[in-house]
């Protein structure tokens, strides 16, 4: 008899930002990869005095695969901004893998998932 694992640690309902961090964990789940939302929080900046100016907290963490992933469906000005954090956060902190899902992305995913 085979092990049941949960695919995630967190029995309780997710409350996701947007719907589209929601279809994501869906698909992911689908597919039987393990995921946490939003389980960490990398600072990028901090003023003089030490406080905080500039953080990034990726949509989700897939342990299994040491991966973050940045689900991006918004306007423009969201996503450049989004780009310039993950590129920070590479800069910083090469050993992170991090990967952002555009749009096309996603419904690329989903229509291959669909088929």
Same mark, same amino acid.
Do not use: C
């Given at each position: 008899?085979?092990?049941?694992? $949960? ?19 869906? =698909? ?34 897939l342990p ?24 920070? =956060? ?6 992170? $893998? ?14 291959t998932h669909? $088929?």
């Amino acid at each position: 008899m085979s092990e049941v694992r $949960a695919l995630r640690p967190e029995p309780d309902p997710v409350g996701f930002a947007h719907e589209s961090e929601r279809r994501v964990a869906e =698909l992911l789940d689908s597919y039987g990869i393990a995921w946490q939302y939003e389980p960490r929080t990398f600072v990028l900046e901090r003023h003089g005095d030490g406080s905080l100016r500039s953080a990034f907290t990726p949509d989700f963490y897939l342990p299994d695969h040491d991966l973050y992933l940045e689900v991006t469906t918004l306007r423009q000005s969201l996503v450049t901004r989004k780009n310039r954090k993950v590129r920070q =956060l590479r800069e910083q902190q090469p050993d992170i $893998a991090i990967r952002i899902l555009y749009r096309r992305d996603i419904d690329r995913l989903f229509a291959t998932h669909a $088929a």
